[in-house]
């Protein structure tokens, strides 16, 4: 267990300073009936209106996630706090059930998850993503699916389902084809090699499976891009995109301190050089440019990416097509 290691909270009236070496901290699972389940998202830069978090912080612990600070709002930390304070909406499956069936509701793409990773280990005993899912599968809900989580193919049976009708597809983000490197900046996450395993189960089910290296990490991974094409391939993913490593707010102080003490020799040329590529800084927030880069070498591992995915037929995601949604015939609606 890493100790405690949360940069403050902006948003707190106070931050604790440990005198001495800090304490270790376990897991602690917080259960809340959640108001609403289903986020709106503006961004042009996203492919998808509508996003579903079953839980709130992620025990994968990547070192570069960047919605760590959305932590802060429940009063907690950008740090270890996201990996170890872990918030479960008990009644998700409920709330979107009652969500689809609204009359205004016309069965636009959701996305499983916009924050966090619907396949964290919680869900193993939760199961609150397959719930969900199956609620989807009685409305023909179109769902994509974008984890880390190896766990993904224990539901492959409810993603093939969806996915014989155009309503299901899934991503597996694969950041490194290196498992010592993955275990040192995603230390919670299934090694690659289980990723790409989920990816073939997936695709011999019919399911229509992608493959995300995100984040493109300029001096870490980029030069692995073509193992992980290729892997992902073999498994018998049909498309891939990337997103350049963004690193908002706090993230920024999380990540160098994990790269630092994984890669000490290779730290400060990974941050220079992600820096080059966001005009100077290690976050560029603005729409059309916070998930790309700029500059030679931008182009250089854009290019690679591009390359690779051209040879080995990966295409890039497609925008989702009509919806098959319909509301499922209920007793006593014989004019619904």
């Given amino acids: 267990m890493r100790p405690v290691a949360n940069p403050p909270n902006p948003w707190a009236t106070s931050h604790v300073e440990w005198l001495g070496e800090p304490p270790t901290d376990g897991v602690h699972i917080f259960e809340e009936d959640a108001k609403s389940i289903l986020s709106e998202n503006d961004s042009p830069d996203l492919p998808f209106r509508w996003s579903l978090n079953p839980y709130r912080g992620c025990f994968h612990g990547c070192a570069y996630c960047y919605a760590r600070p959305t932590h802060q709002y429940l009063g907690f930390g950008a740090g270890t706090d996201w990996e170890r304070r872990l918030v479960v909406k008990r009644n998700a499956p409920e709330l979107l059930r009652a969500h689809l069936s609204r009359s205004s509701w016309n069965g636009e ?44 193919e224990r539901d492959v049976d409810v993603l093939a389902d969806l996915a014989r009708h155009g309503a299901a597809t899934v991503f597996l983000s694969v950041p490194f084809a290196d498992g010592a490197d993955s275990r040192a900046i995603e230390p919670f996450v299934a090694l690659p090699e289980r990723r790409f395993a989920a990816i073939q189960v997936l695709a011999s089910a019919g399911v229509p499976v992608g493959v995300s290296l995100s984040p493109l990490i300029p001096g870490l991974n980029d030069h692995q891009v073509p193992e992980i094409l290729e892997r992902a391939r073999a498994a018998g993913a049909t498309s891939a995109f990337h997103v350049l490593l963004r690193l908002p707010a706090e993230v920024e102080d999380v990540f160098a301190a994990r790269l630092r003490a994984a890669f000490p020799l290779r730290a400060e040329k990974v941050l220079s050089i992600l820096r080059s590529m966001h005009d100077g800084k290690a976050n560029d927030p603005r729409f059309h440019e916070r998930m790309r880069g700029q500059g030679a070498r931008y182009e250089v591992v854009a290019n690679l990416f591009r390359t690779v995915a051209k040879r080995l037929g990966l295409t890039p995601p497609e925008r989702p097509g009509p919806s098959p949604f319909r509301r499922p015939f209920q007793q006593g609606s014989l004019f619904g």
């Fill in 109 to 152: 793409l959701i996305m499983f998850s916009g924050v966090t990773d619907c396949y964290q280990p919680l869900e193993a005993s939760y199961q609150l993503t397959r719930r969900c899912l199956e609620v989807c599968r009685e409305f023909r809900q179109p769902v994509g699916v974008i984890t880390k989580g190896a766990l993904v």
